[in-house]
């Protein structure tokens, strides 16, 4: 089945609400940009938190490496959640429609995260917060799999030929979006409040407004999927889901590649975001608020190289620039890391660097090989290679390596981001052969 042209359907006719107010693919590409920065904004914040809160709250008791290398353990539950939770929000989308699966997935989200800040430490309820800590952040993950509205593949599929790198790195912008928020919340309360208070309530408040973003984030998403032009892209399969396994059994190679496409990109945003924010917090006398500014400085930086993704896929080809940016996050993965042991200029040259790199990576990573699905298995299989990409290329990423860092020095923890680069390099080249067969 041929996709609709985006561009001809909806940039020169527009789109008729509810309401009769034409929904353009501006409207859309906001749509997509605010519900990407909520979970991305929630997503900081746990990781955010998970150094700076979760070791001394929930692990007082180990000592501070290994605090922070149980509280990164916790934080990879949520990768292995969201399989899951997409397996099960398919089903719901089946039986009950797409904005039924948003509006419970999006409760269930903000639901976790803000228990979370109700949550007492260890000192309080002693091995039972860490198991409630655990179960909430597994409700984040499942709850993130229900979260896939399709948006973004019809922004990046069904745009004009020569636009479609420009579409595809719209979504992307949501990551340091939410990054830049997150760190300047967590900044003014660890600047504002003592460490104490800091530690007993301050930490609590960034997770209430998640929640509070995640509401926002429901009636945007809502809003486009009610437009008439979504469900007639719905009801001509082109957004529907398909059943996983059927989907998993005739494109498994689809799948497999889809997964390790983007893992340079992907391995390389925890190594530019959690990671060095916990190396600078046990190896060096840096404050952590000096380093948040930098962080949402350099995520700043990234929002412009996505940007500029956008402009380079269309020009020189997205696959191209997927191949260039992934030797040179391999380069990077070198002598890169040791720049977090050279004091602050060395940190700003880390950060500034890795989110150049990311935001071009990153920036095209998402559905890079979407149109290689079959119509009928494209939002299933989209949604299945997210996940997986997120779960081998990130969700151990920070754990494996500040471990690594903890053993054999900063030059080591680049060995996790080498393999990423590596992975990318020979997923694109295999896609490429597969291409050539047909």
Known sequence: ??????????????LRGHAGHSVSPGDIAIGVIIGRTSEFFDFFVYAIASVLVFPKVFFPFAPPLQAMLWSFSLFALAFLARPVGSVAFMAVDRMLGREAKLTIALFLLGGSTAAIAFLPGYETLGAQAIWLLALFRLGQGFALGGTWDGLASLLALNAPENRRGWY????????????IVASLLFAFFTASLSTADFLEWGWRYPFFVAFAIN???????LRMVATPEFRRLYESRDLQAAPVLETVSREWRTVAIGVFAPLASFALFHMV????LSWVLLFTPEQPTSFLLIEAGSAAIGVLAIIASGRLADRIGRRRLLVVSAAAIAAFSGFAPQLLGLGEGGEIAFMVLGFI??????GQSSGAVSSNFATRHRYTGSALTSDLAWLFGAGFAPLVALWLAAQGGLLASGAYLLSGALATLVALWLNAELASRH
């Open 215 to 221: 509401v926002v984030a429901l009636f945007a998403r």
């Open 168 to 179: 595809a790195m719209i979504p992307q912008l949501g990551a340091p979006l939410g990054l």
């Open 357 to 362: 790199l990311l935001g071009l990576a990153f």
């Open 1 to 14: 089945m041929t996709a609709i042209p985006f561009y001809n359907g909806m940039a020169e006719q527009g």
């Open 273 to 276: 975001t959690v990671f060095p």
